[in-house]
């Protein structure tokens, strides 16, 4: 989870992994999402050198990528310091997933079950009318991995992403489909989440209405079908969050 860096510390160059930059974007990105900055600044380019045992060169392009996802920006004489979270770019799976990571918020997840609402029921809709015959194939394939999922055969949550990320693709829109790397990164997290709380895993027959709904190219139904999903998640939210309240008001 990013624990805190002491600058006097020998250099960890091995836990950044091989390629150094992205290592050193990782360990930092997380750091900064998770707080460890809130309460002092953020390192200058020599004190990242010598605790992480890298180069300025590596430092100055991990900043770099940093600051390109909203965390970091630099004044004159001020230095480089962390952005506001309003700043961050949500977007971004690195700074969602880190995000998730820094604490299982219920309302992040309610706020990105909101955004797949607005979202995955059209592509839903899209798929149905544009789908070819090999991604209708793929999403398939998807749903009968989430099949032997049940069966013990497949991992549940590997099953479920890749039957979604294949109705996204299936849109054949390239807006839709960038942003499948943003919803696997969240859906990851909304999944487990759905699943200990509800105590099973995703329902085949709701998903089975999407599929049959995107084969029979019938739009209307595959986009009625894909909200009926993502509803009855946020209904599982609601209801965690009513317990919460209760529970507080109770102390």
């Known amino acids: 989870m990013g624990a805190r860096v002491s600058y006097g510390a020998p250099p960890v160059q091995h836990e950044l992994g091989r390629n150094l930059t992205y290592g050193l974007q990782e360990v930092l990105g997380r750091a900064i999402v998770v707080g460890d900055y809130a309460d002092r600044p953020f390192p200058n380019e020599a004190e990242i050198v010598k605790a992480h045992g890298v ?39 690195d700074v969602l997933r880190w995000l998730l990571e820094r604490k299982l918020s219920i309302e992040l997840l309610r706020q990105f079950n909101e955004l797949r609402i607005a979202m995955e029921p059209e592509g839903a809709a899209l798929a149905a ?86 084969l029979a190219r019938d739009a209307e139904a595959a986009r009625a079908a894909m909200r009926v999903l993502i509803v009855n998640v946020l209904t599982l939210i609601d209801q965690v969050e009513a317990k919460e309240r209760e529970v507080a008001a109770a102390r």
């Open 129 to 214: 009318q544009r789908a070819t015959a090999e991604q209708q194939a793929a999403i398939s394939a998807g749903l009968e991995r989430m099949r032997a999922a049940e069966r013990g055969e497949d991992d549940t949550l590997d099953a479920d992403l890749a039957f979604h990320v294949a109705v996204l693709r299936a849109s054949n829109n390239p807006f839709f489909t960038r942003l499948r790397d943003i919803v696997e990164t969240a859906l990851r997290t909304s999944i487990r989440f759905t699943n200990r709380i509800s105590g099973r895993s995703a329902s085949i027959a709701e998903h089975t209405a999407v599929r049959d709904a995107i």
């Open 55 to 93: 180069s300025r060169s590596v430092t100055r392009e991990a900043v770099k990528m940093l600051a390109a996802k909203g965390l970091l920006g630099a004044r004159p004489k001020q230095g480089t310091f962390v952005r506001p979270q309003d700043a961050w770019n949500l977007f971004d799976p």
